[in-house]
């Protein structure tokens, strides 16, 4: 399957999974289900559905063909390049394809001199309203290319300015970009740039990402640092006819021979494979080099030669809008479409899909113990009143206040409920402190104060690891506390439940733990900048800062994601107290309206008894009715009735 084609099954999945949980939730507001903690799972369900968003980054050298890839791939259908792909240095910003339904179409560009200012681009990504901004048309081809040529954009400055923009360093020569007659250096006119357009993909969820030639961006730690690390899947780029260079090389080893290890996927393209289709050899020998090519291309990058994938970009663009299937096919680039859709969406698929199944089964027992506490609720109820067949107004009237004053003693027993709830919001307050923002800007500040010392930054590297460590241990703190919190919610949980007859149960608890992975990943990625050879760069203070603004962005996300987590659970807790309470609460006035009817009307009894029986076959297929709803949520796209059906 092409990677068009699987996307678009997501997309349907997605789109369904989203129809399918408005009925769930209508259902249980029509059947009175809708407590709070339910609620804020089916928000959680649906925000992780709608807001999945894939990443796939294309990087390499520069001219290796990233631009003419996506164009291939992504634009086919447009009858024209849409991303600008010429000879030479092309892309000169990263440039970001995305869809945001809020927005019209539009161009959005940040202008180079913000590296100039302190915000990281995590802020301005928070202020769009900064950017400069360009209308899309995307019915008009032609005007579509036009507008995203910008991104080719230069501007020619003074070396001072180069070298405050971080594009000249007089400490690395061998890197800097060569002056023109007029001494005047290029450097790319903007920073950073966003598309935001309604293509089909992009509007479910896809995100692609385009970037310039690494040498020429590695100045820009965000990039490296947190984009490409964020994205799903990275496309790797060489070009057949020069194989790996050493410039290649460098790229791979220092940008993504890293990500490989954490769960990202990589993928390695031979591209430009028809600069060896040769009139001259036969189709046979050409094979034979394409096929020597990939296998050395493997060996320098330490991957099987499987992993390197052989194609043309440009004839696989041109195949497509002239619809030559012979040219297509000997593009190859189907191959990698596949690759793309199988591996990369494939496994995206299975974890958002893992995901939900914890959220359901989570939605799943909330509400089935709701309906397990009234089912058990109208047994009771029942029971009570069979005993009252026969009986005199005495004994009815003497139920009556024994019901009362079990009432009285439960309202009375309230501080006791009270007091599990204080106790668990003592113990997450110091948890939460612990995942603070405060507590992670004081952890990180001996860090930060090593970047921020003039000159060559000795001690940089101990403070590093040194910061690392303890954010390990205070993550592994947290997880232990959590499991402190856990363990007496479980107690009290089980007191409160024989106590009073609850079927409380302590949801699942975040495993904090697997943070300390994703620390572990930050600190990985971020190792390269600190080496002896990047020590020159690094004496740079604006290098130093935007490093340590980079760095204390991506640890905020991990810490935002683990205080969601612990919240989560916190509110799942409470509103399962709440639930029972309100349900008990409402349990007694229903016993006691029923002997009050029974007081007053001498046939009472067995009409109430019915009713009660009718409730409980009611409930009944309520039970079933819930688990064939959750159990369709999970559903693939294709097997199913129409939606229609079962909501009856
Ligand atoms: N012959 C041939 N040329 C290709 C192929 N793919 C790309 N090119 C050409 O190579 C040149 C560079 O392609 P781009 O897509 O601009 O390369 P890039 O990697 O985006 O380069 P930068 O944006 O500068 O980083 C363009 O002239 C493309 O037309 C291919 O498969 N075969
Ligand atoms: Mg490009």
Not at 19 to 47: F, I, N, Y
Not at 393 to 417: C, H, N, P, Y
């Amino acid at each position: 399957m092409s990677f068009n084609q699987e996307f678009d099954q997501h997309g349907v999945w997605r789109k369904q999974f989203a129809l399918r949980l408005k009925l769930l939730s209508e259902w249980l507001t029509d059947h009175d289900l809708m407590e709070s903690g339910v609620r804020e799972r089916l928000d959680q369900l649906h925000a992780q559905v709608k807001n999945d968003k894939i990443m796939v980054a294309f990087v390499a050298e520069f001219s290796r063909g990233k631009s003419e890839l996506i164009n291939a791939v992504f634009f086919a259908g447009y009858g024209r390049r849409i991303m600008p792909a010429s000879a030479g240095r092309t892309t000169m910003c990263p440039t970001e394809l995305g869809y945001d339904a809020e927005v019209p179409p539009c161009l959005r560009l940040l202008p180079i001199e913000t590296r100039l200012q302190p915000q990281s681009l995590l802020d301005w990504r928070n202020a769009l309203e900064k950017w400069e901004r360009v209308d899309l048309d995307v019915n008009d081809p032609k005007q579509l290319a036009r507008a995203i040529q910008k991104v080719a954009e230069v501007r020619r400055v003074t070396q001072a300015e180069a070298a405050a923009l971080g594009f000249w360093h007089d400490e690395v020569p061998e890197d800097n970009p060569l002056p023109g007659p007029d001494g005047l250096i290029e450097v790319p006119k903007w920073r950073h740039a966003l598309i935001n357009m309604a293509h089909p993909l992009l509007k479910q969820g896809l995100v692609i990402l385009d970037t310039p030639g690494l040498n020429a961006i590695g100045a820009e730690p965000e990039l490296t640092v947190s984009l490409l690390p964020q994205a799903h899947a990275v496309v790797f780029i060489l070009a057949a006819d020069t194989g790996v260079t050493k410039s290649d090389l460098t790229i791979w080893r220092q940008h993504l021979a890293v990500l490989g290890e954490g769960r990202e996927s990589r993928l390695v393209v031979l591209n430009k494979i028809d600069t060896m289709w040769d009139a001259l050899s036969s189709p046979e020998q050409v094979q034979l080099q394409i096929a020597s090519q990939r296998t050395d291309s493997a060996e320098i990058l330490g991957l099987s030669p499987r992993q390197v994938l052989a194609v043309s970009a440009q004839k696989g663009l041109l195949a497509k809008v002239h619809r030559d299937k012979k040219l297509l096919a000997a593009s190859n680039l189907m191959e990698l479409e596949t690759a793309l859709g199988v591996d990369l969406l494939g496994q995206r698929r299975k974890i958002l899909g893992a995901a939900v199944a914890n959220g359901i089964q989570a939605l799943r027992s909330e509400t089935g113990r709701m309906v397990h506490t009234r089912a058990r609720d109208l047994v009771e109820q029942i029971q009570e009143l069979e005993g009252l067949r026969g009986k005199n107004t005495g004994v009815i009237k003497q139920m009556r206040l024994r019901i009362e004053q079990e009432q009285a003693d439960f309202d009375a027993s309230g501080a006791k409920i009270q007091a599990v709830r204080s106790v668990h919001l003592r113990l997450l307050k110091d948890l939460f402190a612990m995942l603070s923002s405060s507590h992670l800007k004081a952890e990180v500040a001996t860090l930060g104060k090593a970047l921020k010392q003039p000159g060559i930054k000795l001690g940089v590297r101990r403070a590093y690891d040194h910061t690392f460590d303890r954010l390990r241990t205070d993550m592994g703190k947290a997880d232990r506390m959590a499991g402190d919190i856990q363990s007496m919610l479980e107690g009290s949980f089980k007191n409160l439940n024989a106590e009073y007859g609850f079927s409380l149960q302590a949801p699942t608890p975040p495993r904090l733990g697997q943070y300390v992975k994703d620390l572990d990943l930050i600190e990985k990625s971020h190792l390269q900048y600190l080496s002896l050879g990047n020590a020159l760069r690094l004496a740079q203070p604006e290098f130093a800062e935007r490093l340590a603004r980079a760095l204390m962005s991506r640890l905020r996300v991990v810490y935002d994601t683990a205080v969601n987590e612990v919240e989560l659970w916190n509110k799942s807790a409470a509103a399962q107290l709440d639930a029972q309470l309100r349900e008990r609460r409402r349990n007694f006035s229903r016993r006691i309206e029923a002997v009050s009817r029974i007081q007053q009307a001498a046939g009472g009894l067995d009409e109430r008894i019915r009713e009660l029986q009718s409730h409980q076959a009611e409930l009944n297929q309520l039970d079933v009715k819930l688990a064939e709803l959750t159990e369709h949520l999970l559903a693939a796209p294709e097997e199913e009735p129409s939606d229609e059906a079962l909501v009856a």
